[in-house]
């Protein structure tokens, strides 16, 4: 599976920015997405995810109730709507896929086969 994410930028805090992340693969309803950040000089983090089954979604407690991670699987896309962004949400995201079909949504980096190249997100105070 190729990924590819967009839709990064440079957002005054409080502002919101739509990231999206597209997929080659006509199989991609079959694929748990997620995202990662990495901030300068930190490990990557987990986001927030979502399942290829139902649509159930898992967050990071620092962007609940400010993210909301969606799919649409006719567009094989995965989007992350980000709200009330603050300076320490600065980071590259990226896009990760898992094949698997049921409601568990992996966190963790190693449970990933599939990532996108990233996509800037700078946050100015």
């Known amino acids: 599976v190729q990924l590819q994410a967009s839709g990064g930028g440079l957002v005054q805090a409080g502002g919101s920015l739509r990231l999206s992340c597209a997929a080659s693969r006509r199989t991609f309803s079959r694929y748990r997405m997620s995202w990662f950040r990495q901030a300068p000089g930190k490990v990557r983090e987990f986001v927030g995810g979502?399942?290829?089954?139902?649509?159930?979604?898992v967050y990071a407690d620092s962007v609940k109730g400010r993210f909301t991670i969606s799919r649409d699987n006719a567009k094989n896309s995965v989007y992350l709507q980000m709200n009330s962004l603050k300076p320490e949400d600065t980071a590259v995201y990226s896009c990760a896929a898992n094949f698997g079909s049921s409601d568990y949504v992996p966190t963790r980096q190693y449970e990933y086969d599939y990532w996108g190249q990233g996509t800037q997100v700078t946050v100015s105070s």
């Open positions: 979502i399942s290829s089954n139902s649509g159930s979604t």
